[in-house]
Nanobody
Framework: AVQLVESGGGSVQSGGSLRLSCAAS????????MGWFRQAPGAEREGVAT???????TYSDSVKGRFTISQDHAKSTVFLHMNSVKPDDTAMYYC?????????????????WGQGTQVTVSS
């Protein structure tokens, strides 16, 4: 079974930076899509960024230019580099994975999820 373990969340002031990590194990896919999603209290889970095995990325408009998704194949880890964070970025952040798909920002197409890591941005 695929296991995804997120880390790196915490509290940060507005304008600051944070890096989230997602360590993956148990993969049988030769190709995949991995993504970061977030869910604020009372809100639906939304896509933040996705990346394919060969490095194609997609970002939501709300984080484009501020967040960067990257991966380290040797460590089976995907990162979310968060810069210029805002209070609206406060949410539980989840890592997700799926086999070879088009890699959209839609949570519905992802079958494997981590437990989440909390990010809180104060003004």
């Amino acid at each position: 079974a695929v296991q995804l373990v997120e880390s790196g969340g915490g509290s940060v002031q507005s304008g600051g930076s944070l890096r989230l990590s997602c360590a993956a194990s148990g993969y049988t896919y030769s190709s995949y899509c991995m993504g970061w999603f977030r869910q604020a209290p009372g809100a639906e889970r939304e896509g933040v960024a996705t990346i394919t095995y060969d490095g194609r990325t997609t970002y939501s408009d709300s984080v484009k230019g501020r967040f960067t998704i990257s991966q380290d194949h040797a460590k089976s880890t995907v990162f979310l580099h968060m810069n210029s964070v805002k209070p609206d970025d406060t949410a539980m952040y989840y890592c997700a994975a799926e086999g070879p798909i088009m890699c959209p920002l839609s949570p519905a197409v992802f079958g494997d999820w981590g437990q989440g890591t909390q990010v809180t941005v104060s003004s």
